[in-house]
């Protein structure tokens, strides 16, 4: 089974959904002594189990695969229409057409669960909370190792009640979706280092997300109990990442120069570079999730070159992502020794 504390360098690659995860980061990550995870959200079950195929057409080296744990709560109508009627003048501009009802779906999580049992890939991670223990004892029969993203200690220790094998701690400086195990919950905001202090002993590996801009950061979450970090902005600007290339400019672009954590994209917190829609927008967007995602769907894509309007998930440290290959990523991140 997958043990994270055996790397040959201490580096977790996040998943990345919604096009800058690829079978070909993923690979890229793994054969470099580090370990890849593909992002499986969003993904139907068919298009995951064609990537995962992907990936091991170009490497022998183990990876992981990450889901978003389904959550149903009553949506709120009323604010998403109301919602919906605030970014009618921005979708008018580039002739995007938001849709007025989004059914809710829970991503195929139990089919996709399925594909990952049936593949034995040699880890899953969770995103948004942990599934029924039935599913951890499942994995855990067939050999793969199971990863549960947290945000703070309580979640921590459902995760490790319920029977994750390894935690991975995401502080509040992590870029993308944070990781809170249900839509309404408040982020915490808790630093990964100080998170890290928190969950190192729980009786289980502990991987460390968050901020992470150089080899320096890297170490201190090693200092602080991690046996890995885990790190996803710092690929961002690779060739073997799918990143749009409006995206991959923003990183290095000096008008942008904070990053915050916001609703507006999807409903659910998750940390971007700051634009005008990061500052338009935030104060109103509802957290109504997955609904907000696929309202704003169509608008990212019409707007997609456009980095004042897309969505730009950056973790703190996200001055120091390179365009370089993933292996050089990984090697620079590495402590000597």
Known sequence: MFDPASLLAPIVGAPMAGGPSTPE??????????????AGAYLSPAQLREQIAAVRSRTGAPFGVNLFVPEEIPFDAESFLRFRDELLPLAARFGATLPQNICYSDDAFEAKTQVLLDEGVHAVSFTFGVPAPEVFAACTARGIATITTVTDRLEAEIA????????????????????????????????????????????VPVIGAGGI????????????????????????????????AAHRAALADPRFTETRTTRA????????????????????APPVYPQINGLTGPLRQAAADDPQVINLWAGTGWRGAQAAPAAQVVAALTPPG
């Open 25 to 38: 980061l993923t690979a890229a990550i793994s054969d470099a002594g580090g370990f890849g995870i593909l």
């Open 160 to 203: 490790v009640a319920a029977g994750t094998a390894v935690l991975c701690a995401q502080g509040v400086e992590a870029g993308g979706h944070r990781s809170t195990f249900h839509i309404l919950d408040d982020d915490r905001e808790t630093p990964v280092l100080e998170l890290l202090g928190r969950t190192a002993g729980l009786g």
């Open 213 to 244: 801009g150089s080899v320096t950061d890297v170490q201190a979450m090693l200092d602080a109990g991690a046996v890995a970090a885990q790190v996803g902005t710092l690929f961002l600007r690779t060739p073997e990442a799918g990143t749009r």
């Open 265 to 284: 994209y999807s409903g659910r917190p998750a940390r971007a570079l700051v634009n005008d829609y990061v500052r338009r927008y935030s104060r109103t």
